[in-house]
């Protein structure tokens, strides 16, 4: 269903802008974390549970920023569920797409 | 070979004690590379570079760090080369090891 919308040179503009906005969000937050993590280190384990907690979101930053016009309306009706994305940086994308993501969200938040 | 030295609990004692010390000296100068390299991090890719450095150690240090009798000459003598531990913690050992440990950095050292 996803699959068959097509995106204008306009639209993709946007997409692209709100996908790197959520993205450097998501870094700073994990810069903050990773930060917080280091100045709390005390003995070489706690290295390796650094290691763990990096390898863990890495993984899950690499799923989530789906750049595919395919998923892009499920990436971002999560970022903005996560509260990562608001609507008003979607402003441009046509209706049938907006339309889907509040879909998507109103059955997220049941 | 060295699979054939015998380890009095005596010996166990000072390598284990030898082998430790050098641990906790390879853990504090990877948490200090650690900070460092947390202290300059600014974008996004600088935690995937912290955490392929991180990946990349932990793999080193695993294979480096080999407490089996039979590996332990060689481990010591590495260590010893690096500069993570002098010969003089490995007193108490007997003079089989030691002679052997003295022959592979006679080696290294060429």
Do not use: C, P
């Amino acid at each position: 269903m996803m699959e068959h919308l097509k995106w204008s040179g306009a639209e993709k503009q946007v997409a692209k802008r709100a996908f790197n906005a959520a993205l450097e969000r998501e870094y700073a937050e994990l810069m903050h974390q990773t930060r917080e993590r280091v100045g709390a280190m005390q003995e070489g384990d706690d290295l390796w549970r650094l290691h763990d907690f990096l390898t863990d979101q890495r993984r899950k930053i690499d799923d989530k920023y789906d750049y595919r016009y395919s998923q892009l309306v499920v990436v971002f009706a999560r970022l903005i569920h996560e509260g990562r994305l608001s609507l008003d940086e979607l402003e441009g994308l046509h209706e049938d797409k907006l339309e889907k993501i509040r879909a998507i969200l109103s059955l997220a938040r049941r």
